[in-house]
């Protein structure tokens, strides 16, 4: 399986190469250059797997046995997921009314970045082990996928890993789960700005190609094709476990809802949909409505300022996996794909030609959730089942709500919600909501911990600390291959 970049000016690698880049040499983003088509009988057999099978099968589809032997491969899933706190690590709770909400939040840092990460931790450590190299991974966070990239590094001896988090824009436990690993290998940075703001200086780390070679220097955030890999994952077990029956032809649709913020997990859909999964998509968003604007309307265009919501972690302008699906929705075409994206960073305003549009309605919908409906949607989803959802969930329920009320008669196609993450970290929206959370003791123990975080402030220049702080490691690194060798 060989990827090319969404751009089209990139040498084409393999799942290996695709794994330790962040953007592509030429900004792109990495793509698989066939996708598998599942028939019918392929996507029956499936749908009698657990979850961590389905991740085995869909990565042996991806990475291919010269590059990772299937033995292997399922070794390093299996140790991956190992440490999830529900046995069939992502679970379905039937709830009233036809609600079905997908709980991919079992992992330790009780979100669903924890699902595709510890993978790609596993991945990223057994071709490092192989050939003896260091790298350094560079994360910007919006809150949950800092924390779940560090679980998934922390003490490993040929990684370092060094964390942006934007400083009094996500919750309390989102940070303390990051500042309280005081590994050797784990180095926090607290930006004095938000999620996109920060993803600057990452940005501008990563189009210095030469610096990025020099330093080993790769991404764990989902522009990482990894990450996406192992999300199809949830769309596959939603649709087997929501679907009325596997016997039918052709098989029955199933419509997942998807909160998203910067369009990883929508990719994901996307593809799994494009591979022959009947699901329809939906993407709920929070205030930040980039994505739903696009699919309405087809303007993708930032507004003035991301405005913080409940659902922080979807506090996003830029979501960068939507040019993964304007390049497979047309029809592969990097050239179109590059154009478009080209006039996007530079003027910040762009509006979809009329046929990609058209194929993106086709292939989904959307809806942009408020403060107001989440704590309503928090609330009711409490009242009538004795549920608690995170505020990210709720914008997903927020959406099923919507319809059910609207709708007479139940419908006739499924739905299901995915869940990213627990109430637990995200005590100030439950509190907003009215409801009380009953929290668990490994987040509770946070608040005694002693955190190590370095500041970024408004004035300084946040590429050069960033460059300057990955030079150091590197030195060090060689410092220590040095005298290990002598």
Same mark, same amino acid.
């Given at each position: 399986?060989w990827?090319?970049?969404?751009r089209?000016?990139a040498?084409?690698?393999?799942?290996?190469?695709a794994?330790?880049s962040?953007y592509?040499?030429?900004g792109?983003?990495?793509?698989p250059?066939e996708?598998?088509?599942?028939?019918r009988e392929?996507?029956?057999?499936?749908?009698?797997?657990s979850?961590?099978?389905?991740?085995?099968?869909l990565?042996?589809?991806?990475i291919?046995p010269?590059l990772?032997?299937r033995?292997?491969?399922h070794?390093l899933?299996d140790q991956?997921?190992?440490?999830?706190r529900?046995?069939?690590?992502?679970?379905?709770?039937?709830l009233?009314?036809?609600?079905?909400?997908?709980?991919?939040?079992?992992?330790?840092?009780?979100?669903f970045?924890d699902?595709?990460?510890?993978?790609?931790?596993?991945?990223?450590?057994?071709?490092?082990e192989?050939?003896?190299?260091?790298?350094?991974?560079v994360?910007?966070?919006?809150?949950?996928?800092?924390?779940a990239?560090?679980?998934?590094?922390?003490g490993?001896?040929?990684?370092d890993?060094i964390?942006l988090?934007?400083k009094g824009?996500?919750?309390?436990?989102?940070e303390?789960?990051?500042?309280?690993?005081?590994?050797?290998?784990?180095?926090?940075f607290?930006?004095?700005?938000n999620?996109?703001?920060?993803?600057?200086?990452?940005?501008?780390?990563?189009?210095?190609?030469?610096?990025?070679k020099?330093?080993? %220097? +790769?991404?764990?955030?989902s522009?990482?094709? &990894?990450?996406? @890999?192992?999300?199809?994952? /949830?769309?596959?077990?939603a649709?087997?476990?929501c679907?009325p029956?596997?016997?039918?032809d052709?098989?029955?649709?199933v419509?997942?809802?998807v909160?998203?913020?910067?369009?990883?997990n929508?990719?994901?859909?996307?593809?799994?949909?494009k591979?022959?999964?009947?699901?329809?998509?939906v993407a709920?968003?929070?205030?930040?409505?980039?994505?739903h604007r696009t699919?309405?309307?087809?303007?993708f265009s930032?507004s003035k300022?991301v405005?913080?919501?409940l659902?922080s972690?979807m506090?996003?302008q830029?979501?960068?996996?939507?040019?993964?699906?304007?390049w497979?929705?047309?029809?592969?075409?990097?050239?179109?794909?590059?154009? %478009? +994206?080209?006039?996007?960073?530079?003027t910040? &305003?762009?509006? @979809?030609?009329e046929k990609? /549009?058209?194929?993106?309605?086709?292939a989904?919908?959307?809806?942009?959730?408020?403060?107001?409906?989440?704590?309503?949607?928090?609330?009711r989803?409490?009242?009538e089942?004795?549920?608690?959802l995170?505020?990210?969930?709720?914008?997903a329920?927020?959406?099923h709500?919507?319809?059910?009320d609207?709708?007479?008669q139940?419908s006739?196609?499924?739905?299901c919600?995915l869940?990213?993450?627990?109430?637990?970290?995200f005590?100030e929206?439950?509190l907003?909501?009215?409801?009380t959370?009953d929290?668990?003791?490994?987040?509770l123990?946070?608040?005694?911990?002693?955190?190590?975080c370095?500041?970024?402030r408004r004035?300084d220049?946040?590429?050069?600390?960033?460059?300057?702080?990955?030079?150091?490691?590197?030195?060090?690194?060689r410092?220590r291959?040095?005298?290990s060798?002598?």
């Amino acid at each position: 399986m060989w990827y090319i970049s969404t751009r089209g000016m990139a040498p084409r690698v393999d799942f290996e190469g695709a794994l330790f880049s962040g953007y592509a040499p030429d900004g792109g983003l990495f793509m698989p250059e066939e996708l598998p088509q599942l028939g019918r009988e392929s996507l029956r057999k499936w749908s009698k797997l657990s979850y961590p099978d389905l991740v085995k099968e869909l990565c042996t589809l991806f990475i291919g046995p010269k590059l990772i032997a299937r033995d292997d491969l399922h070794d390093l899933i299996d140790q991956a997921f190992s440490r999830f706190r529900h046995q069939e690590v992502v679970h379905l709770s039937r709830l009233k009314n036809g609600l079905n909400v997908l709980e991919l939040w079992h992992g330790v840092t009780y979100a669903f970045k924890d699902l595709s990460l510890c993978c790609t931790g596993q991945f990223l450590q057994y071709f490092l082990e192989k050939k003896e190299k260091h790298v350094t991974v560079v994360v910007g966070t919006s809150g949950d996928t800092g924390s779940a990239a560090i679980e998934s590094v922390q003490g490993a001896k040929n990684v370092d890993i060094i964390v942006l988090l934007p400083k009094g824009h996500c919750s309390k436990i989102q940070e303390l789960q990051m500042t309280t690993v005081l590994k050797e290998n784990v180095h926090v940075f607290g930006v004095e700005g938000n999620s996109d703001e920060l993803d600057e200086p990452i940005k501008a780390v990563f189009a210095d190609v030469g610096f990025v070679k020099e330093h080993n %220097l +790769m991404s764990l955030n989902s522009i990482n094709w &990894s990450r996406v @890999l192992v999300q199809m994952a /949830h769309h596959f077990f939603a649709y087997f476990r929501c679907a009325p029956s596997m016997d039918m032809d052709p098989l029955p649709s199933v419509e997942v809802v998807v909160p998203t913020g910067a369009a990883g997990n929508l990719a994901a859909g996307l593809i799994a949909q494009k591979m022959g999964l009947p699901i329809r998509l939906v993407a709920a968003v929070n205030h930040n409505d980039i994505i739903h604007r696009t699919i309405q309307q087809g303007d993708f265009s930032l507004s003035k300022a991301v405005k913080p919501t409940l659902a922080s972690a979807m506090d996003i302008q830029v979501p960068y996996n939507m040019e993964r699906i304007f390049w497979l929705l047309s029809g592969s075409d990097s050239q179109e794909t590059r154009a %478009l +994206m080209e006039q996007f960073e530079r003027t910040q &305003s762009l509006s @979809l030609p009329e046929k990609l /549009h058209s194929k993106l309605s086709e292939a989904m919908t959307s809806e942009s959730v408020s403060d107001e409906a989440i704590t309503q949607t928090m609330a009711r989803c409490c009242e009538e089942n004795q549920y608690l959802l995170c505020p990210h969930s709720a914008v997903a329920v927020s959406y099923h709500y919507q319809q059910t009320d609207r709708q007479q008669q139940p419908s006739s196609t499924p739905r299901c919600c995915l869940a990213p993450a627990s109430a637990a970290k995200f005590p100030e929206a439950v509190l907003a909501a009215q409801l009380t959370l009953d929290t668990p003791t490994e987040i509770l123990a946070l608040q005694r911990k002693e955190t190590r975080c370095t500041p970024m402030r408004r004035g300084d220049d946040w590429t050069l600390m960033l460059r300057g702080t990955i030079e150091d490691l590197s030195r060090q690194w060689r410092h220590r291959a040095l005298n290990s060798s002598e």
